[in-house]
């Protein structure tokens, strides 16, 4: 059975910081690129940051490049996300994926190309 399961979401104010964690089980971790998504009420879910097996290439959003990090931790089978200078606009539930890919591509930041999913945690903003 695949599990992947976040946690570290909670209420901040601006300019705080987060790490998110992810951890896994039932898939070989070290096979498959990670993924942080996020959804916010009313909007469609969108890519943050992703990762390949190795944690050698990564891909990150606009919004996130510059205050985010994602990592990972293959012995551990983990994946994190540390957001560094929380807004506002970064409240959302953020989802940890997993997938298998031949190559990065532009349709890497699809929800649709990610296999498996997270419940999510939540992560609140406040100014």
């Known amino acids: 059975q695949v599990l992947l399961a976040e946690s570290g979401g909670g209420s901040v104010q601006t300019g705080d910081s987060l790490r998110l964690s992810c951890v896994t089980s039932g898939f070989t971790f070290d096979t498959h690129f990670m993924g942080w998504f996020r959804q916010a009420a009313g909007k469609e879910r969108e890519m943050v940051a992703a990762l390949s097996p190795s944690g050698g290439s990564r891909s990150y959003s606009q919004f996130a490049t510059g205050r985010f990090t994602i990592s990972r931790d293959n012995a551990n089978k983990s994946a994190f996300l540390q957001l560094n200078g929380l807004q506002p606009e970064d409240t959302a539930i953020y989802y940890c994926?997993?997938?298998?890919?031949?190559?990065?591509?532009?349709?890497?930041?699809?929800?649709?190309?990610?296999?498996?999913w997270g419940q999510g945690t939540q992560v609140t903003v406040s100014s």
């Open positions: 994926a997993a997938t298998q890919l031949t190559a990065w591509s532009f349709t890497t930041k699809l929800p649709e190309k990610w296999m498996y």
